[in-house]
């Protein structure tokens, strides 16, 4: 009993919560549409977007979406202003019933207003609707007649046939010409007598129109497999007499009418003079079927003009019927080259193994036809063509033989890497260069060791370089690098001297714990070319495991070529770790020759950090580094400047001053104006979000205290907004996804050398609320897009970091910010600096 009670008690106050939650929405609506009787375009349309706001959230609930309905006509009919109404019907449009038909039917008589009646009434479902359409066709004229024709005829009313048609015989042309063209769509058989009759009355325009709704009544017809009814009207239109662009869309609904039994016709108008006729006429083909009709169609290849065989040969291959093999193949002999371009395609469709060596020698000879045999080889279907592709590999014409070879790869024929493994020894060059990049293509983990032995002894020591890339091509489908460095590793230690520098290099490409135990072993091996090549590798090493042994070698070794390579390899993988700037203070420390200091200084410009910045500008008073310097000096600060903005300026206005290269001078003033042009606005920030709740709008949301803007909040996940940053603002949608009715919090840190006076400049789309240092500053929820200084706030900051966090809630549409901090009268305001954490 007890439960009992307890349930009916929850129930009834769940449903008083929806009965109020429905009364709030009722109650808004009612006092927005007071705003919106009065309404004219260009004028405020806060009440409009809240009463549009409204209409969708009532829609969704039956009983809401009438008390709404009831709103809207009651609204209808105190407005003042014709865009007041207009408004209101798009309104009825999405929420309007059967009880909203009387008003907007009195309205479809208003020339100014007619048309937006008709807006709202074409997505009421229903009779009731559809007769008040049809009523008013004898209560209309002109303009506004054709216009509810025209909504009819989305309706596909066809209790409006007998008015319609005695429209057609209007003396307004518009109005002949609409009825004609409701007439064809609402279709059927009554509709299609009508257009009959009227057709031998009809002139100019109305003759056009009339026209259009027989054909769109025997397409109509035809979906609804009343073929032999919608055959008439096509044949009617298919006479000689009858204008081209009819005569082609009848023969488009007569192939479709007749099916197979269209052959015929199709061969007739592919024979005949109409050279347009013909064209549509061989695009057809491929939608007749049937092997008759096919040998029918090739049959007229030779009797074509060039032009024509083309087309026909193509149309032929889409069919996709074999047996139109042999005509294709005996156009691949035409003396015109698009023919043979057609029928070397058309091929790689029809085609089977015996049209193997035909394709091959066509893509040896080169030119356009070699594109076309290419890629027809590649489309060939049967299991037995890849057969006959290997069958050819192994001897025959050299240029052949490569355009096999390149076939299997396009192919993906991995079953063939044995025979493809053979060529790649062969006598001719040209063969194995194909060969050893096929296998690239097609060789897998278990072919590694072949492929190894390829590597250590080829049939041209000029084929390691192919064999090499091929190998990497291998590695590439393999997943784990261990797999990839195990073969390579086993096959180097017996290897001779001339072969290791490859297998260093392979080494290299898996960049395993091993493999660079091995590149570190052989950098002290006693062959020179070997210590070389294992340097080389570590130089060109994917992640920067060996920089102490390249830093090592920099100082240590009593090779001059091996301690410059040493040092361009730790300079290039200084770049890969998170603080290259102490690895280029130690490079530039070993560098002796000034290309060594230059080549430190081009890896130190694509650091980001103020020590780097520091180092490219000591360099700037050497004569024989200073272009170099100041170009790192340039791209540094272009980096940091959004955290560092008076330092990077400094620096910039010191290259231009220091600094010859004209180069050097011109991207230093670039960035600087690139600084002015957008000075001040904060463009490091970290966010969280999005954050809603279920039936709130962002209006509503805007004062709901979510975890960010909680003092104690301990989950907030924040992360750095590193998409959507223009120069001045911040696209939200970038990082949280196109949301609606939701909001996002931003914040970062501002550091000031003194307490003082400033100003906050935000923009905002939509609405904004900001806190300084913990306490809120500014409140302002608006639905508006974004634009520089909307809100201009003064404020205190403090010495030393000051805590900036923004709310930014959207409601629909765009979502974004822009924040910037000035001096109290609007100027700049120097020397402060910004982070994000």
């Given amino acids: 009993m007890r439960r009992t009670?307890?349930?009916?008690?929850?129930?009834?106050?769940?449903?008083?919560?929806?009965?109020?939650?429905?009364?709030?929405?009722?109650?808004?609506?009612?006092?927005?549409?007071?705003?919106?009787?009065?309404?004219?375009?260009?004028?405020?349309?806060?009440?409009?977007?809240?009463?549009?706001?409204?209409?969708?959230?009532?829609?969704?609930?039956?009983?809401?979406?009438?008390?709404?309905?009831?709103?809207?006509?009651?609204?209808?009919?105190?407005?003042?202003?014709?865009?007041?109404?207009?408004?209101?019907?798009?309104?009825?449009?999405?929420?309007?019933?059967?009880?909203?038909?009387?008003?907007?039917?009195?309205?479809?008589?208003?020339?100014?207003?007619?048309?937006?009646?008709?807006?709202?009434?074409?997505?009421?479902?229903?009779?009731?609707?559809?007769?008040?359409?049809?009523?008013?066709?004898?209560?209309?004229?002109?303009?506004?007649?054709?216009?509810?024709?025209?909504?009819?005829?989305?309706?596909?009313?066809?209790?409006?046939?007998?008015?319609?048609?005695?429209?057609?015989?209007?003396?307004?042309?518009?109005?002949?010409?609409?009825?004609?063209?409701?007439?064809?769509?609402?279709?059927?058989?009554?509709?299609?007598?009508?257009?009959?009759?009227?057709?031998?009355?009809?002139?100019?325009?109305?003759?056009?129109?009339?026209?259009?709704?027989?054909?769109?009544?025997?397409?109509?017809?035809?979906?609804?497999?009343?073929?032999?009814?919608?055959?008439?009207?096509?044949?009617?239109?298919?006479?000689?007499?009858?204008?081209?662009?009819?005569?082609?869309?009848?023969?488009?609904?007569?192939?479709?009418?007749?099916?197979?039994?269209?052959?015929?016709?199709?061969?007739?108008?592919?024979?005949?003079?109409?050279?347009?006729?013909?064209?549509?006429?061989?695009?057809?083909?491929?939608?007749?079927?049937?092997?008759?009709?096919?040998?029918?169609?090739?049959?007229?290849?030779?009797?074509?003009?060039?032009?024509?065989?083309?087309?026909?040969?193509?149309?032929?291959?889409?069919?996709?019927?074999?047996?139109?093999?042999?005509?294709?193949?005996?156009?691949?002999?035409?003396?015109?080259?698009?023919?043979?371009?057609?029928?070397?395609?058309?091929?790689?469709?029809?085609?089977?193994?015996?049209?193997?060596?035909?394709?091959?020698?066509?893509?040896?000879?080169?030119?356009?036809?070699?594109?076309?045999?290419?890629?027809?080889?590649?489309?060939?279907?049967?299991?037995?063509?890849?057969?006959?592709?290997?069958?050819?590999?192994?001897?025959?014409?050299?240029?052949?033989?490569?355009?096999?070879?390149?076939?299997?790869?396009?192919?993906?024929?991995?079953?063939?890497?044995?025979?493809?493994?053979?060529?790649?020894?062969d006598d001719d060059s040209s063969v194995r260069r194909e060969a050893i990049r096929a296998l690239g293509v097609l060789a897998g983990e278990a072919d590694l060791p072949d492929l190894l032995k390829l590597a250590i002894k080829p049939k041209e020591a000029r084929d390691r370089t192919s064999v090499e890339q091929a190998i990497a091509g291998c590695f590439r489908r393999i997943e784990d690098a261990e797999k990839q460095a195990a073969p390579v590793l086993a096959a180097y230690g017996p290897a001779p001297a001339d072969a290791k520098p490859t297998l260093l290099r392979l080494l290299g490409r898996t960049a395993t714990a091993k493999a660079l135990d091995a590149v570190r072993a052989a950098t002290k091996a006693a062959d020179g070319g070997v210590q070389d090549a294992a340097i080389r590798a570590m130089g060109q090493w994917p992640n920067p495991a060996p920089a102490e042994d390249l830093l090592t070698i920099a100082r240590t070794s009593e090779n001059r070529v091996h301690k410059v390579l040493a040092l361009r390899g730790y300079v290039r993988v200084a770049a890969l770790t998170q603080n290259a700037t102490k690895m280029y203070v130690r490079a530039m420390d070993l560098a002796e020759r000034t290309e060594d200091k230059k080549l430190v200084l081009g890896g130190l410009a694509t650091a980001e950090t103020a020590e780097a910045l520091a180092l490219a500008e000591k360099y700037l008073a050497d004569a024989a580094l200073q272009a170099e310097a100041g170009l790192a000096a340039v791209q540094i600060a272009g980096r940091i400047r959004v955290r560092d903005e008076s330092r990077a300026k400094a620096v910039l206005q010191k290259v231009k001053a220091i600094v010859k290269d004209a180069n050097v001078q011109k991207q230093a003033q670039d960035v600087l104006n690139e600084m002015e042009k957008h000075k001040g606005y904060i463009r490091l920030w970290v966010g969280a979000g999005p954050y809603s709740q279920k039936g709130k709008d962002g209006r509503a949301i805007f004062d709901f205290a979510f975890p960010p803007e909680k003092p104690d909040a301990k989950d907030v996940k924040w992360k750095r907004l590193t998409s959507g940053v223009g120069d001045w603002d911040i696209n939200l949608e970038s990082t949280f996804g196109g949301h609606d009715q939701c909001a996002a919090y931003v914040r970062t840190r501002v550091w000031s050398a003194e307490a003082q006076p400033a100003r906050l400049e935000m923009g905002s789309d939509d609405g904004v609320k900001a806190w300084l240092n913990g306490k809120v500053v500014h409140s302002n929820n608006v639905n508006r897009g974004c634009s520089p200084a909307q809100d201009v706030v003064p404020v205190k900051l403090e010495k030393g970091w000051n805590d900036v966090l923004l709310k930014i809630v959207d409601n629909t549409g765009g979502w974004g910010f822009c924040c910037r901090v000035r001096k109290p009268d609007g100027s700049a305001l120097d020397g402060l600096k910004y982070e994000a954490k």
């Fill in 5 to 425: 009670m307890i349930a009916v008690v929850v129930a009834s106050m769940l449903a008083g919560v929806a009965v109020a939650g429905e009364a709030d929405v009722v109650q808004k609506l009612g006092k927005a549409l007071k705003g919106v009787a009065t309404y004219e375009y260009g004028k405020d349309s806060g009440a409009l977007r809240q009463a549009e706001d409204l209409v969708v959230e009532a829609a969704k609930d039956p009983e809401l979406r009438a008390r709404a309905e009831a709103q809207l006509l009651d609204g209808l009919k105190a407005a003042k202003t014709n865009d007041a109404k207009a408004f209101l019907c798009r309104q009825l449009r999405t929420i309007g019933s059967d009880r909203a038909v009387p008003a907007l039917a009195a309205m479809l008589t208003d020339a100014k207003l007619s048309h937006m009646a008709r807006y709202a009434l074409g997505r009421i479902e229903g009779d009731v609707a559809t007769k008040a359409l049809r009523d008013a066709l004898d209560k209309t004229s002109g303009k506004i007649q054709a216009g509810v024709i025209g909504t009819l005829a989305n309706r596909r009313d066809a209790a409006a046939l007998p008015v319609l048609g005695k429209l057609l015989g209007s003396q307004d042309v518009m109005v002949a010409g609409a009825a004609a063209g409701a007439i064809g769509r609402i279709g059927g058989t009554d509709a299609a007598s009508m257009l009959m009759s009227a057709r031998s009355k009809a002139k100019g325009q109305v003759l056009e129109r009339v026209n259009d709704g027989l054909l769109a009544c025997a397409d109509q017809l035809l979906q609804d497999r009343k073929k032999a009814e919608a055959g008439k009207i096509y044949e009617l239109f298919f006479a000689p007499k009858e204008p081209k662009h009819l005569r082609t869309a009848a023969l488009r609904g007569l192939v479709a009418a007749r099916g197979a039994g269209a052959a015929p016709l199709l061969v007739e108008a592919i024979k005949g003079d109409d050279p347009q006729l013909r064209s549509s006429a061989i695009g057809f083909v491929q939608s007749v079927k049937g092997a008759e009709a096919t040998q029918a169609f090739a049959a007229l290849l030779p009797s074509l003009a060039p032009e024509g065989q083309e087309l026909l040969v193509r149309s032929l291959a889409a069919r996709g019927d074999v047996s139109a093999r042999p005509a294709v193949l005996a156009a691949t002999k035409s003396q015109e080259e698009s023919v043979r371009v057609a029928a070397l395609e058309g091929l790689g469709m029809l085609g089977d193994a015996s049209c193997v060596g035909i394709l091959a020698e066509a893509a040896s000879k080169g030119g356009a036809p070699q594109g076309a045999a290419r890629r027809a080889l590649a489309l060939l279907r049967g299991d037995d063509v890849n057969r006959a592709i290997v069958a050819g590999i192994g001897k025959g014409d050299a240029k052949v033989r490569v355009e096999l070879i390149r076939a299997l790869a396009a192919r993906r024929c991995t079953t063939s890497v044995p025979q493809v493994l053979a060529v790649a020894r």
